[in-house]
């Protein structure tokens, strides 16, 4: 609208006023004059410590368990996942080791996935590594052109210490996981995961993820490449010191 125009308008508005008297005042002042602008939404408040605690339910581990990928099966890697959040003041949760186990000895295979509750998982500063299970994996289209959220800028030990990662020396950022991308176990004849974490062998072999993202033109979090071998200095050979995910089930 050109301005003597809208002049002219917000006058007879006013004229208006004055000749229908006070019962027409509230409407013929809105008619005179602008809308006012709308106040801008409030920012949300940052997180406080305890609410950054209530919600610490991811980590990679600080260190490996000290033989290799054996960890003593599933329950031994549990039991170092617990270990070290109990040692931060997390050990009223229940954590689990992101691993898959492959079927054997009668055993049916188990999928790291499903191990891992459903989400939301926060690391120890209080960001969102994933939303969901879906979200981690990148179940739908979606989900797997976004990503999820772990990155070397996210993934740090339950001590709140960045983990070393391609560039750093020594480079530890292979993670053991025994899975395939989309978080289950393998289902063909050859070894994944070091007989199921009971082996330190030179000649077996465990499937690991990068979670800086980098390296070996496979940047899969969870699925990057096997092993070679599964002793401490095979893993440390690899790019690797033998750390685990852990995620709270609750």
Same mark, same amino acid.
């Given at each position: 609208? %050109?301005?003597?125009?809208?002049?002219?308008?917000?006058?007879? @508005?006013?004229?208006?006023?004055?000749?229908?008297?006070?019962s027409a005042l509230s409407s013929c002042a809105q008619?005179?004059?602008?809308? @006012?602008?709308?106040?801008p939404p409030a920012a949300a408040s940052a997180p406080t410590p305890a609410e950054i605690a209530q919600r610490f339910s991811f980590f990679v581990t600080s260190e490996g368990a000290g033989k290799g990928a054996d960890l003593g099966g599933l329950?031994? @890697?549990?039991?170092?996942?617990?270990?070290?959040?109990s040692a931060a003041g997390a050990g009223s949760? &229940?954590?689990? @080791?992101?691993?898959? &186990?492959?079927?054997?000895?009668?055993?049916?295979?188990?999928n790291a996935r499903d191990r891992i509750g459903q989400g939301p998982w926060y690391n120890v500063?209080?960001?969102?590594?994933? %939303?969901?299970?879906?979200?981690?994996?990148?179940?739908t289209l979606d989900?797997?052109?976004?990503?999820?959220?772990?990155?070397?800028? &996210?993934?740090f030990t339950e001590k709140n210490e960045a983990v070393k990662r391609a560039g750093d020396k020594p480079n530890e950022h292979d993670i053991l996981t025994g899975s395939l991308p989309d978080g289950r176990a393998f289902s063909?004849?050859?070894?994944h995961s070091c007989k199921n974490y009971t082996s330190s062998a030179v000649d077996a072999s465990v499937q690991v993820g990068h979670f800086d993202r980098t390296g070996?033109?496979? &940047?899969?979090w969870n699925s990057a490449h096997a092993s070679r071998g599964c002793g401490q200095p095979n893993l440390v050979a690899t790019g690797g010191a033998g750390l685990l995910y852990c995620f709270a089930v609750n």
């Amino acid at each position: 609208m %050109k301005p003597i125009l809208h002049a002219a308008r917000i006058h007879v @508005a006013t004229c208006l006023c004055a000749a229908l008297g006070a019962s027409a005042l509230s409407s013929c002042a809105q008619t005179a004059a602008p809308a @006012a602008a709308s106040a801008p939404p409030a920012a949300a408040s940052a997180p406080t410590p305890a609410e950054i605690a209530q919600r610490f339910s991811f980590f990679v581990t600080s260190e490996g368990a000290g033989k290799g990928a054996d960890l003593g099966g599933l329950a031994g @890697a549990d039991a170092h996942c617990q270990k070290l959040a109990s040692a931060a003041g997390a050990g009223s949760k &229940t954590w689990h @080791a992101y691993l898959s &186990t492959q079927a054997a000895n009668g055993q049916a295979a188990v999928n790291a996935r499903d191990r891992i509750g459903q989400g939301p998982w926060y690391n120890v500063r209080g960001a969102v590594v994933a %939303k969901s299970l879906s979200h981690l994996h990148g179940d739908t289209l979606d989900e797997a052109r976004l990503g999820n959220n772990l990155s070397w800028a &996210t993934a740090f030990t339950e001590k709140n210490e960045a983990v070393k990662r391609a560039g750093d020396k020594p480079n530890e950022h292979d993670i053991l996981t025994g899975s395939l991308p989309d978080g289950r176990a393998f289902s063909d004849a050859a070894d994944h995961s070091c007989k199921n974490y009971t082996s330190s062998a030179v000649d077996a072999s465990v499937q690991v993820g990068h979670f800086d993202r980098t390296g070996g033109g496979n &940047t899969s979090w969870n699925s990057a490449h096997a092993s070679r071998g599964c002793g401490q200095p095979n893993l440390v050979a690899t790019g690797g010191a033998g750390l685990l995910y852990c995620f709270a089930v609750n």
